[in-house]
Structure formats: C-alpha cells, structure tokens
C-alpha cells in the first residue's frame, strides 16, 4: 500500500499537467465549476485553484476523486514517459449512439476520426494480457477449447488495430505459458 507521500503528484510541471487536464475535462463534459465543487464536496475556488496549478498538495486519491466527479476514470502509467490522464470513451460512445439513431453518415464520420487515434501500446498490451489470463483460466479449468478460440480474438484483434508485432509477440507468450504447463494437470498440481 502507498503512503500520503508516495501518492502525491509532485513538482510545478506535474501540477500544471494536471491542472490543464482537469479544466479540459471539466469544459469537455460540460460541467461548470461551481457544480464540480459540489459533487466532491468543496467550494468554486478550490476547483478554480486547482486549475491554474496552484494547490501543492494534490494525491492521486484527490484527482482520482476529481476526475471520477467529472464521470471519467484514471490511468496512471509507471513507465519512464509516464503521464497521468484521464480515461476518456465519449467519442467512442458517441459514434455508438449515433449508430444506434440510425445516423449511419454521422457515425462513419466520427468513426474515421477515432480510426487516425492511437492507443499507447502499453495500455493495450495491459489489457490483451488481462484478457490472455482469463484465457488461462479456461486451459486450467479443462476448456482448452475456449482457451485458444479467446486467444485467437486476442491476437486477431491486436492485428486489425495495427499491432502485428505484439499480436505475434503475445501469442508467442501464450504458447510458451502452455508449453511451460505441460506438466501441471487441470487442479493445478505439478505432475
């Protein structure tokens, strides 16, 4: 478990990232700050301080709670070009909803927008390996079948999205997990 001070979001250059961050979200959604302060119980001048970067001691509990107030979620990386940022899919569901009024013209549109985009390979990997684990849990659990039928939408998926490398790389893995569990039975006791 992290600590207050292992939590905090620090340095001048840190705090302006997320102050410009929190004020687009907040305009994007369409949320004014008086009523951002009231969903995380505070008044219209903390809000507005923590926009221009001036409140030093913002954890990522606190902007957690803020992103969270303005109906979104937040990624936190580790890696060396580490930035925090809010997990946003309001394009993406607006192409749905307009596929779902019938707006064919419209969601091609927005559709061919989102299409030039490009995930950060590491948030996909992440979420292909989550995946890849659940499909472990079918090979061990005696549903070879589904295992690999998974396994197979993984890896064709990361294809379409144009990560040919980590699809190939990923099932190269899963093979290797399997091969490695050749000797384990399905209860998961060493044979």
């Not at 946003?88 to 607006?94: A, F, G, I, L, V």
């Not at 992440?126 to 295992?147: E, I």
């Amino acid at each position: 478990m992290l600590t207050e001070e292992e939590l905090q979001v620090g340095g001048s250059s840190y705090r302006l990232e997320v102050a410009r961050l929190l004020r687009e979200l907040r305009e994007k959604k369409g949320i004014s700050q008086d009523q951002l302060a009231k969903r995380i119980g505070r008044n219209r001048q903390v809000v507005a301080q923590l926009e221009q970067g001036i409140v030093k001691n913002i954890n990522l509990r606190r902007l957690d709670e803020l992103i969270a107030a303005c109906g979104e979620g937040l990624i936190v990386t580790t890696t060396e070009k580490a930035r925090i940022f809010p997990l946003d899919t309001h394009q993406e569901d607006q192409v749905l909803v307009a596929f779902a009024k019938g707006q064919i013209g419209k969601a091609e549109r927005l559709l061919a927008d989102l299409r030039r985009w490009q995930y950060p390979a590491t948030q996909v990997m992440a979420c292909c390996k989550r995946n890849m684990a659940v499909t472990m849990s079918y090979y061990f659990k005696g549903r070879s079948d589904l295992s690999h039928a998974e396994m197979n939408k993984i890896v064709m998926g990361l294809g379409l999205i144009g990560f040919a490398k980590e699809a190939y790389e990923l099932k190269e893995l899963y093979e290797y997990v399997l091969d490695q569990a050749e000797g384990i039975d399905k209860g998961g006791e060493t044979t």
